[in-house]
């Protein structure tokens, strides 16, 4: 889920929970705040303790709430699962650390310190080695998996063998959701469980019949729609996220504001683009 900002800057915390449940009622079974398109990274933990507890409120029971608690610090990221938890989190997608490049067995522990300490909370890994400069390989993975949280894993390596070569290691121990939406349905015919998604803010409805479509055998209806949602799947990242889908919501008359510096806001081209594709669909 993105995150709203006022003109100001700030967090806009009404129109947060208004999206949630905005998503919810097309088609989400669940929310991730503070993840990647929430712009994780110029949020302050305040501000993402706050907007947990917002959307938290807002969608209550009928979905869940997943808080993207990771850092590249393992004690940060084991405050950031603690709060989560305490603030009702119904689970937590922890990024592998960023910048400081661990290897395997760093991962391992990294991953292992949060887990144990938060032994209450279900836990997404996710792995996006172009954002991270590490990857997180399906062998680390499975020797976390005696941790009884480690329950699912975000694969945004770019590659759909990502898929294959974690239920070699893993087995059905392990939920395994695309992490972009243009492999959601190759990923699900390799025994994917479904996406966290950037394109359900705007076709959310759409994407979830793909996804049903495909979990009962109606192959060629799911391979429609995923067709009819590639081009805007693929318009979604011509830009950084969340800078295409901050201009596609707007475009939507959603006010969620422009992105947070270092992120600029989507130029005339990229808003005309989407007008046009969304327009389409």
Known sequence: MVTPFDEEGGLDLAVAARLADHLVNTGSDGVLVCGTTGES??????????????????????????????????????????????LGADGALLVAPYYNKPPQAGLEAHFRAIAEAVPDLPLMLYNIPSRTGCSLLPETVGLLLNCSNVRAFKAASGTVEEVTNLRAVCGSSLAIYSGDDTLTLPMLSLGAAGVVSVVSHLEGLRLQAMIRSHLTGQTAAALA???????????????????????????????VGAPRLPLVAADASLKAHLHDLMQGL
């Open 41 to 86: 990274p110029t949020l302050s933990w305040q501000e993402q303790d706050e907007l947990l507890r917002e959307v938290k409120a807002a969608v209550g029971a009928r979905a869940m709430v997943l808080a993207g608690t990771g850092s590249n610090c393992t004690e940060e990221a084991v405050a950031a699962s603690r709060r989560a938890l305490a």
């Open 225 to 255: 729609h995923h067709d009819q949602l590639l081009p805007l799947m693929r318009a979604l990242f011509l830009q950084p996220n969340p800078i295409p889908v901050k201009a596609a919501l707007e475009l939507r008359g959603w006010s």
